[in-house]
C-alpha cells in the first residue's frame, strides 16, 4: 500500500545524496591542475558537503510538491540526517586539507556552527532523543522557560550564515577560482539556494495566507480550541487530514510557525479551527490571545488523505488517535462517511479531560450509523484491548492511519503487527521535525 510513498522517499534520498553532487564533482576533476590531484579526495568531500549544505537551504523552503510526495516529516528527517553527514563529511575534509588565514578562518568557524547547531537542534528541535527518553523530555521543558521556541528557530538559521562562510571560503581559494567550469556550477547551485531560500523568506513576511481570530475557546484544563476566519481564501488549499504552521506576527514569542492539524474537511469554509494541547512555551501562551488578533498561515501540508487515496475506494479504515491527534481523523471521518466508506476510529487520551470531542463522535455515529463505529478509551490501551476495540478490523483487508504523540504512534504500530497487521498497512505522521 505504502509502495510509491517509499519508493518516491528512496528517490529523494538517491539524488540528495548521490546525483545532486556529481556535476560538481565532474567539473572540479576535469579542470583541476595536476599538482592538486593528491588533494582531489579531500577537495570533492567538502564539494559534496557544501552542496548538501546547500540543498538544506532548499528543504527549509517547505516546498509543496515534494511535501505532498514524501511528507513534511520525512523530508524533515532527511534534513536531520543530511546535517550529520554534512558534519562528517566536511571534518574529514578539513582533516585531509590544507589552508591557512581567511580561508582557514571561514571553514573552521562553518563546522564549529554547523556542530553546535546540530547539538542544540537534536535536544531542542527534533523530537528524536526527548520522544525516546522520558528524563531528558522533561529536561526539555524545564529548559524551555528559557530557550523558548522563537530562540531555538534563529539559532537553527546559523546554518545559513555557516553555507555563507562555506561559499566565501570555496571562492577565497585561488586554483579553485580559477577553474572557470567548476565556478559556473558552483554559482548556478549556490544563486538557486539562496535565491530559493530568500524568496522564501519574502513570501513568510507577506503570509502565504492570513485570517484573523475569531474563537479562542478553552475546552478543558489542558486543551484549547481556535477558530480563524481565512483572508485570501483561495491562497489556502487543504484537504481532509491536512494541517497548517500559523504564528502571530504582532505577539512577542509568537511569530515563528507552530503546527496545528485541522478539524476541517476539506476545503468546506472559509472558517479554519484547530485543536491545540496547551503543553509547550508557545502553546501555553495562546490562551491569552483575544480575538480579532492577525494570524499567519502556512501550508496546508499532509499525506494522509494521500495514502488512503492510493487505496480501494471500498477499503474499510482504521483511524487511531491519540490525545491532540483526534483532530485530522475527525476531518477524514467527515469526508470519507459521505463517500460511504466503513470507518472504525479509536481515540485515547491519558486523562479523560481531553477528551473533549466525545459529542462530535457521538453525532457522526448517530449521522453514519451503519458506516462510522468509535471507541473512546483513558490510558494507553493493551494488545488484548486493542483486538478487542478492532473486533472484526483485525485484518490486512482495513488501512490503518495512526495520529498523536510520536512515540504512541510509534508503540501502536508495534502492537499492530503483534495482532497480525502488516507494516504495509499501516501509515502515520510524525510530527517532531
Do not use: C
Request: glycine letters at 8%; charged letters at 15%; proline letters at 3%.
Amino acid at each position: 500500500m505504502l509502495k510509491h510513498h517509499r519508493y518516491y522517499l528512496g528517490l529523494f534520498w538517491l539524488i540528495t545524496i548521490f546525483v545532486l553532487p556529481l556535476p560538481l564533482i565532474q567539473a572540479i576533476a576535469m579542470g583541476l591542475s595536476p599538482i592538486y590531484a593528491q588533494s582531489l579526495f579531500a577537495i570533492n568531500l567538502g564539494v559534496i558537503a557544501y552542496v548538501w549544505m546547500l540543498f538544506e537551504l532548499f528543504i527549509a523552503t517547505r516546498p509543496k510538491w515534494l511535501e505532498r510526495l514524501i511528507g513534511l516529516p520525512e523530508m524533515y528527517f532527511v534534513h536531520g540526517m543530511i546535517g550529520i553527514g554534512i558534519i562528517i563529511v566536511a571534518y574529514l575534509h578539513k582533516s585531509w586539507s590544507q589552508s591557512n588565514g581567511l580561508i582557514k578562518l571561514t571553514g573552521d568557524a562553518a563546522l564549529v556552527i554547523l556542530i553546535g547547531v546540530l547539538v542544540y537542534s537534536v535536544f531542542f528541535l527534533s523530537g528524536w532523543l526527548t520522544d525516546r527518553v522520558w528524563w531528558l523530555r522533561q529536561v526539555k521543558q524545564w529548559l524551555e522557560h528559557v530557550f523558548k521556541h522563537e530562540i531555538s528557530v534563529w539559532l537553527h538559521r546559523l546554518n545559513v550564515v555557516a553555507t555563507l562562510l562555506i561559499f566565501v571560503h570555496v571562492i577565497l581559494i585561488p586554483y579553485i577560482r580559477q577553474d572557470m567550469s567548476f565556478m559556473v556550477w558552483f554559482y548556478t547551485y549556490s544563486g538557486l539556494a539562496f535565491g530559493l531560500y530568500g524568496w522564501d523568506k519574502v513570501q513568510s513576511f507577506r503570509g502565504h495566507a492570513s485570517g484573523v481570530l475569531v474563537a479562542n475557546d478553552v475546552l478543558s484544563r489542558s486543551v484549547q480550541q481556535i477558530t480563524i476566519r481565512l483572508r485570501q481564501r483561495d491562497r489556502l488549499h487543504y484537504q481532509s487530514g491536512d494541517y497548517v504552521l500559523i504564528s502571530f506576527p504582532g505577539i512577542a514569542g509568537m511569530r515563528e510557525p507552530h503546527p496545528f492539524s485541522l478539524l476541517n474537511a476539506e476545503n468546506d469554509s472559509e472558517f479554519i479551527s484547530l485543536m491545540i494541547r496547551r503543553e509547550g512555551d508557545w502553546t501555553r501562551q495562546l490562551r491569552d490571545v483575544s480575538v480579532n488578533t492577525r494570524v499567519r498561515i502556512t501550508g496546508a501540508y499532509g499525506t494522509l488523505k494521500n495514502m488512503v487515496a492510493q487505496t480501494p475506494s471500498r477499503q474499510p479504515l482504521v483511524l487511531l488517535a491519540g490525545g491532540s491527534g483526534i483532530p485530522p481523523m475527525l476531518s477524514l471521518s467527515h469526508d470519507y462517511l459521505k463517500q460511504g466508506r466503513q470507518i472504525n476510529l479509536i481515540w485515547t487520551a491519558k486523562t479523560a479531560h481531553e477528551l473533549v470531542y466525545d459529542q462530535a463522535l457521538a453525532d457522526l455515529k448517530t449521522q453514519y450509523p451503519d458506516t462510522f463505529q468509535y471507541r473512546v478509551h483513558q490510558g494507553r490501551f493493551t494488545v488484548d484491548e486493542l483486538q478487542s476495540f478492532l473486533a472484526k478490523g483485525v485484518t490486512n483487508d482495513y488501512f490503518y492511519l495512526l495520529s498523536g504523540p510520536n512515540n504512541m504512534m510509534s508503540q501502536t504500530k508495534k502492537l499492530l503487527r503483534r495482532i497480525g497487521v502488516s507494516g504495509d498497512q499501516v501509515y502515520f505522521e510524525k510530527f517532531s521535525f
